[in-house]
Protein backbone atom coordinates (compact mmCIF):
# COMPACT_ATOMS: atom_id res chain seq x y z
CA UNK A 1 0.00 0.00 0.00
CA UNK A 2 2.54 2.46 1.08
CA UNK A 3 4.79 2.00 -2.51
CA UNK A 4 1.41 2.46 -4.28
CA UNK A 5 0.86 5.85 -2.76
CA UNK A 6 4.42 6.78 -3.37
CA UNK A 7 4.21 6.28 -6.72
CA UNK A 8 1.00 7.85 -6.96
CA UNK A 9 2.88 11.07 -5.15
CA UNK A 10 6.10 10.83 -7.73
CA UNK A 11 3.18 10.24 -10.60
CA UNK A 12 1.90 13.82 -9.45
CA UNK A 13 4.92 15.22 -8.88
CA UNK A 14 5.92 14.70 -12.53
CA UNK A 15 2.80 15.86 -13.91
CA UNK A 16 2.90 18.95 -11.53
CA UNK A 17 6.63 19.65 -13.01
CA UNK A 18 5.63 18.91 -16.66
CA UNK A 19 2.89 21.82 -16.36
CA UNK A 20 5.60 24.36 -14.68
CA UNK A 21 8.40 23.51 -17.39
CA UNK A 22 5.92 23.67 -19.91
CA UNK A 23 4.48 27.12 -18.90
CA UNK A 24 7.71 28.64 -18.07
CA UNK A 25 8.60 27.88 -21.50
CA UNK A 26 5.46 29.43 -23.33
CA UNK A 27 6.51 32.43 -21.30
CA UNK A 28 10.37 31.90 -22.43
CA UNK A 29 9.04 31.66 -25.90
CA UNK A 30 6.19 34.63 -25.94
CA UNK A 31 9.09 36.74 -24.21
CA UNK A 32 11.92 36.05 -27.14
CA UNK A 33 9.04 36.64 -30.13
CA UNK A 34 8.42 40.32 -28.08
CA UNK A 35 12.30 40.44 -28.52
CA UNK A 36 11.88 39.63 -32.46
CA UNK A 37 9.04 42.80 -32.71
CA UNK A 38 6.25 39.73 -33.39
CA UNK A 39 4.39 41.22 -31.06
CA UNK A 40 1.01 39.45 -32.19
CA UNK A 41 2.58 36.01 -31.81
CA UNK A 42 3.94 37.18 -28.60
CA UNK A 43 0.96 37.88 -27.15
CA UNK A 44 -0.72 34.26 -27.82
CA UNK A 45 2.33 32.55 -26.43
CA UNK A 46 2.21 34.93 -23.39
CA UNK A 47 -1.82 35.05 -22.93
CA UNK A 48 -1.42 30.78 -22.93
CA UNK A 49 1.13 31.66 -20.55
CA UNK A 50 -0.95 33.28 -17.83
CA UNK A 51 -3.28 31.40 -18.76
CA UNK A 52 -1.60 28.50 -16.94
CA UNK A 53 0.05 30.61 -14.01
CA UNK A 54 -1.80 33.76 -13.57
CA UNK A 55 1.02 35.01 -10.94
CA UNK A 56 3.52 34.76 -13.49
CA UNK A 57 5.07 37.91 -13.00
CA UNK A 58 7.14 38.41 -16.38
CA UNK A 59 4.64 36.76 -18.07
CA UNK A 60 1.95 39.52 -17.06
CA UNK A 61 4.43 42.45 -18.06
CA UNK A 62 5.75 41.26 -21.78
CA UNK A 63 2.21 40.87 -22.34
CA UNK A 64 1.09 44.46 -21.59
CA UNK A 65 4.01 45.65 -23.08
CA UNK A 66 3.20 43.47 -26.36
CA UNK A 67 -0.57 44.89 -26.39
CA UNK A 68 0.99 48.16 -26.27
CA UNK A 69 2.45 47.81 -29.63
CA UNK A 70 -0.70 46.41 -30.82
CA UNK A 71 -2.60 49.43 -30.08
CA UNK A 72 -4.68 47.73 -27.35
CA UNK A 73 -4.26 50.13 -24.12
CA UNK A 74 -6.77 48.82 -22.17
CA UNK A 75 -5.72 45.66 -22.50
CA UNK A 76 -2.13 46.66 -21.65
CA UNK A 77 -3.63 48.32 -18.51
CA UNK A 78 -4.92 45.15 -17.15
CA UNK A 79 -2.18 42.98 -17.91
CA UNK A 80 0.74 45.69 -16.26
CA UNK A 81 -1.87 46.21 -13.41
CA UNK A 82 -1.85 41.98 -12.60
CA UNK A 83 2.49 42.17 -12.78
CA UNK A 84 4.19 42.37 -9.57
CA UNK A 85 7.31 43.20 -11.59
CA UNK A 86 8.63 45.19 -9.01
CA UNK A 87 9.54 42.30 -6.42
CA UNK A 88 13.04 41.13 -6.67
CA UNK A 89 12.03 37.64 -6.77
CA UNK A 90 10.03 37.83 -9.57
CA UNK A 91 13.26 39.18 -11.87
CA UNK A 92 14.83 36.73 -14.38
CA UNK A 93 18.56 36.41 -14.04
CA UNK A 94 20.84 37.75 -17.01
CA UNK A 95 24.49 37.44 -17.58
CA UNK A 96 24.70 41.08 -17.08
CA UNK A 97 21.09 43.12 -15.49
CA UNK A 98 19.99 46.24 -17.26
CA UNK A 99 22.30 49.29 -15.53
CA UNK A 100 20.40 52.70 -15.39
CA UNK A 101 22.78 55.58 -15.68
CA UNK A 102 20.49 58.31 -15.05
CA UNK A 103 17.45 58.37 -14.21
CA UNK A 104 16.31 62.11 -14.60
CA UNK A 105 13.72 63.63 -11.85
CA UNK A 106 10.29 64.53 -12.97
CA UNK A 107 9.12 68.17 -12.33
CA UNK A 108 6.17 68.12 -9.75
CA UNK A 109 2.92 69.67 -10.93
CA UNK A 110 1.07 71.40 -8.49
CA UNK A 111 -1.92 73.27 -7.63
CA UNK A 112 -2.55 72.65 -4.69
CA UNK A 113 -1.53 74.29 -1.06
CA UNK A 114 -1.88 70.33 0.73
CA UNK A 115 1.42 69.48 1.79
CA UNK A 116 2.93 66.28 2.92
CA UNK A 117 1.13 64.23 0.11
CA UNK A 118 2.94 61.83 -2.14
CA UNK A 119 1.52 60.84 -5.15
CA UNK A 120 3.37 58.08 -7.36
CA UNK A 121 3.25 56.72 -11.10
CA UNK A 122 4.01 53.55 -12.15
CA UNK A 123 5.37 53.00 -15.38
CA UNK A 124 6.29 50.57 -17.71
CA UNK A 125 9.17 51.10 -19.80
CA UNK A 126 10.91 49.20 -22.92
CA UNK A 127 15.10 49.13 -22.23
CA UNK A 128 15.66 47.98 -25.94
CA UNK A 129 18.82 46.05 -27.09
CA UNK A 130 19.90 49.12 -29.19
CA UNK A 131 20.37 51.14 -25.82
CA UNK A 132 17.12 53.17 -26.69
CA UNK A 133 14.01 53.89 -25.08
CA UNK A 134 10.99 51.85 -26.53
CA UNK A 135 7.63 51.93 -25.00
CA UNK A 136 6.88 53.99 -22.18
CA UNK A 137 3.27 53.14 -20.80
CA UNK A 138 1.35 54.74 -17.43
CA UNK A 139 -0.27 52.18 -14.95
CA UNK A 140 -1.58 51.87 -11.76
CA UNK A 141 -1.47 55.37 -10.82
CA UNK A 142 -2.57 56.66 -7.74
CA UNK A 143 -2.57 60.58 -9.29
CA UNK A 144 -2.74 61.36 -12.89
CA UNK A 145 -1.70 65.10 -12.80
CA UNK A 146 2.02 64.02 -12.68
CA UNK A 147 1.44 61.78 -15.13
CA UNK A 148 2.61 63.04 -17.97
CA UNK A 149 5.97 64.35 -16.67
CA UNK A 150 7.12 61.30 -15.45
CA UNK A 151 6.11 60.00 -18.74
CA UNK A 152 8.67 63.01 -20.04
CA UNK A 153 11.39 62.21 -17.33
CA UNK A 154 11.21 57.77 -18.10
CA UNK A 155 11.77 58.90 -22.11
CA UNK A 156 15.07 60.77 -21.22
CA UNK A 157 16.66 57.86 -18.74
CA UNK A 158 19.96 56.56 -20.09
CA UNK A 159 20.82 52.70 -19.45
CA UNK A 160 23.64 49.98 -20.58
CA UNK A 161 21.12 46.91 -22.03
CA UNK A 162 20.80 43.56 -20.36
CA UNK A 163 23.16 40.87 -21.62
CA UNK A 164 22.43 37.10 -22.31
CA UNK A 165 24.56 34.81 -24.34
CA UNK A 166 26.90 37.41 -24.78
CA UNK A 167 24.30 39.91 -26.64
CA UNK A 168 22.07 42.87 -25.59
CA UNK A 169 19.00 42.38 -25.28
CA UNK A 170 15.51 44.21 -25.11
CA UNK A 171 13.87 44.03 -21.53
CA UNK A 172 10.26 45.81 -20.44
CA UNK A 173 10.28 46.40 -16.81
CA UNK A 174 8.20 48.64 -14.28
CA UNK A 175 9.72 51.87 -12.57
CA UNK A 176 7.79 54.52 -10.13
CA UNK A 177 8.24 57.84 -9.81
CA UNK A 178 7.39 59.60 -6.41
CA UNK A 179 6.38 63.17 -6.11
CA UNK A 180 5.81 64.45 -2.68
CA UNK A 181 5.13 68.18 -1.59
CA UNK A 182 6.67 68.67 1.59
Known amino acids: MKIRRLGLILFSL ?9 QQSKRDEGIDLYRQDKFSEAAAMLEQAVATDKSDSQAWL ?3 AAYVHLNQAKDAKKAFGKSRARQAADRPKYDKKLTILS ?7 SN ?3 YGTVE ?3 IAIEFRADGTIGIVFPFRNEHTKQE ?3 LDAAKRITFTPAMQN ?7 TAIEYAFSQI
Open 14 to 22: AILSTTVVC
Open 62 to 64: YLG
Open 103 to 109: KPNAKFY
Open 112 to 114: SNV
Open 120 to 122: KVM
Open 148 to 150: SNA
Open 166 to 172: GKPITVV
